[in-house]
């Protein structure tokens, strides 16, 4: 049983910083790419950014030169370092892995999401 655990959500005012921090556990292949989705209250989740297991990285258009993805020394850790925040922002972020190795070919988990409040 795959599961993701994020943390490092909360209430911040605009331009201040969050790191958003998820830890996969359970069986999970060395190839997989890992991501962070977020949804705004009356809009559709969004892609954020993803890192592949090579270190491969992607950003939204919105989000870039403010926010970074990286993996974490421990295995199939995650991090999204969150600057200059603004109050369009404001959501829940949802941590997301692709395992592309699983015995299912592949399979898709996610974390039960982390709330980001940004004020004005």
């Known amino acids: 049983q795959v599961q993701l655990v994020e943390s490092g959500g909360g209430l911040v005012q605009a331009g201040e910083s969050l790191r958003l921090s998820c830890a996969a556990s359970g069986s999970i292949s060395s190839i997989n790419t890992m991501g962070w989705y977020r949804q705004a209250p009356g809009k559709q989740r969004e892609l954020v950014a993803t890192?592949?297991?090579?270190?491969?990285?992607s950003h939204a258009d919105s989000v870039k030169g403010r926010f970074t993805i990286s993996r974490g020394n421990a295995k199939n850790t995650m991090y999204l370092q969150m600057n200059s925040l603004k109050p369009e922002d404001t959501a829940v972020f949802y941590c997301n892995l692709r395992d592309y190795g699983s015995s299912k070919g592949l399979s898709v988990y996610w974390g039960q999401g982390t709330q980001v409040t940004v004020s004005s």
């Open positions: 890192i592949s297991s090579s270190g491969s990285t």
